[in-house]
């Protein structure tokens, strides 16, 4: 849990009685760059940033993974693909493809979008078995596999649903968004999908987190990663509000 509070003009925040601090935040923030267009240049920023800062991760599209992986080498900062991205209507065997192909590349993380219209069509057993494939892929190579819920087109017991199959699959983490729906994370689902979870697994809160504010009211609603494309703004405010400098 996140505490946060203004005293005697002085701000203060910390996680589970820790003082949270520039590096602290960085080591739970997914360092973004999903775009369908831009330059090579865009994706070496990106992991010169994840690396100076120590991000948790750069979030790619899968033909980007060669490259941040030769980029990022030596370094603490893995790389994560997005699999069936962004809409999620690949088939089953699309997407333990692309998990299989990134796994092999060096990707350490694997974001998946779920089917959505399968589970609205009444057919979780093909969320299931796209969950537990995924799971089946990434615990033997070590990889930390994600499920996005995309929760902007989902209701509140279909979020439930899709975080019960997560937990009983065995993924590390659910996510809220792929940042390209109609709205992002709320703080509402956040705590909404840690109910259902439990400590038992990570809350990754993604789409439309561009303040620390917003981060610090994701993480007190129960988020343990941040997906952002402004990570490096986000540090950077932190590190002004606590008068600190971020360690190299």
Known sequence: MLRSKHSCGHWKVSVNNEPLTPRSLAAIIDHTFLKPYGSQQDIERLCQEASEYSFAMVAINPAEVDKCVQLLRGTTVRVGAAIGFPLGQNTLEVKLYEIRDAISRGAGEIDMVINIRALQSGQPEIVRAEVAGMTSLCKPAGVISKVILETCYLSDEEKRQVCAIALDSGAD????????????????????MRSVVGQRMGVKAAGGIRTLSTALDMLEAGATRIGTSNGVAIIEELRKRTSTSIPK
């Open 173 to 192: 983490f659910v996510k809220t968004s792929t940042g390209f729906g109609p709205a992002g994370a709320t703080v509402a689902d956040v705590r909404l």
